[in-house]
């Protein structure tokens, strides 16, 4: 039979046919556990479940790896009569521990977090998560004694992305039934900042209000942040508005045109970002939105114009082609050409004759 490390084990020993002779449960190291129903080693562990002449059941609880071996039941007859059973321990693998991360990584390392787990009977099975994504590692399994240590490697060439990820070492073993044992760690990646702008209208317009967000991501974050127009500082600062890594206009007019520089800085580096503001006149909008609707509305007239003249010409040259058709009518059974023009003028000639007028 098979139990779990720090379980409890029960054998049981079965005659059908018996004159009363006792039976006896011995361990592997042929030391007598129970004779009957007679106790007869010292260990607390071990306990008597049922005896009879035809059944012998004990227990052994807080099964350990010293337990695991072949056991005997024997009856006493002439010649003695055995029957054996092996036990089997699993051995359960101890929670993993990660190393080799140290906090924070700097973006370009190259880290190697090493998940060690030990005790484990038979060898663990050991998996990377990153993210809930398996990954794979690099495992190496040590013997110590009846249990195995097992060492999974995951080398990682860190960059920004890998901030915030959580990695997971996963113990999956036969003893371990109802779940699994894990440990997991969240890297933290210091990185230089990048920054981008973004704008709150697509077209500034004068009189209109503007906010202009600064978006800057680093580790450790980059505040504050500095606000420059044309290389030199922001020219008027009453309606040009700084709160925290915003700049607001509240009223735009021609002279706010210019290229805007968004600048981050931390301990890694610094970055920028420039946005170039063109300030637009509504009349102007208007008129080129006037102009744009008249140039769609003769682009579909012109449109619908071509379409007309094609539709129209193929008309009239499918009719051309039947008058000229009906001209030859007459010259398809004669020999010659010149019998031809005659069916064809005699033709005509009969056409007139079938004239009729009307008074």
Not at 69 to 95: E, N
Not at 98 to 113: A, F, S, Y
Not at 165 to 177: E, F, K, N, P
Not at 310 to 330: D, M, P, Q, S
Request: aromatic share 6%; charged share 25%.
């Amino acid at each position: 039979m098979t139990v779990t490390e720090g379980g409890t084990a029960n054998l049981t020993c079965r005659v059908e046919h018996n004159d009363n002779t006792s039976l006896q449960w011995s361990n592997p190291a042929q030391q007598t556990l129970f004779f009957g129903d007679k106790k007869a080693l010292r260990d607390n562990r071990i306990e008597l479940v049922r005896a009879t002449s035809q059944e012998l059941t004990i227990s052994i609880s807080e099964v350990s790896l010293s337990d695991e071996g072949l056991y005997t039941c024997s009856l006493f007859t002439m010649p003695v009569k055995t029957a054996k059973a092996f036990l089997t321990v699993l051995g359960v693998p101890k929670k993993p521990e990660i190393n080799g991360l140290t906090k924070p990584v700097l973006e370009g390392d190259h880290i190697t977090l090493t998940c060690v787990t030990s005790g484990s009977k038979p060898a663990a099975d050991v998996r990377w998560f990153k993210n809930e994504m398996e990954v794979k590692g690099a495992k190496e399994v040590n013997a110590s004694g009846k249990t195995f240590t097992v060492k999974s490697s995951l080398r990682l060439h860190v960059n920004r992305d890998d901030d915030g990820v959580a990695y997971t070492c996963r113990v999956d073993h036969v003893a371990l039934t109802a779940t699994h044992e894990e440990t997991t760690q969240v890297l933290e990646v210091h990185y230089a900042p990048y920054v981008e702008i973004r704008q709150s209208t697509n077209v500034p317009q004068e009189g209109q209000y503007l906010k202009l967000q600064c978006v800057p991501k680093g580790n450790p974050s980059p505040d504050p942040v500095l606000w420059t127009k044309d290389g030199g500082e922001l020219p008027d600062m009453d309606r040009m508005i700084v709160d925290g890594r915003d700049l607001t206009f509240t009223s735009l007019n021609k002279t706010d045109n210019g290229t805007y520089r968004c600048e981050a800085t931390n301990h890694l580096g610094t970055s920028h970002a420039e946005f170039k503001l063109v300030i637009y006149d509504p009349n102007e909008l208007k008129r080129a939105t006037d102009h744009a609707l008249i140039g769609g509305i003769v682009a579909v007239v012109v449109f619908a114009t071509l379409c007309l003249i094609i539709v129209l010409g193929r008309y009239l040259a499918r009719h051309k082609g039947t008058y000229l058709t009906n001209e030859a009518k007459g010259a398809d059974d004669a020999p010659d050409a010149d019998t031809a023009i005659i069916n064809a003028d005699g033709n005509h000639a009969h056409a007139e004759e079938k004239k009729e007028y009307f008074i």
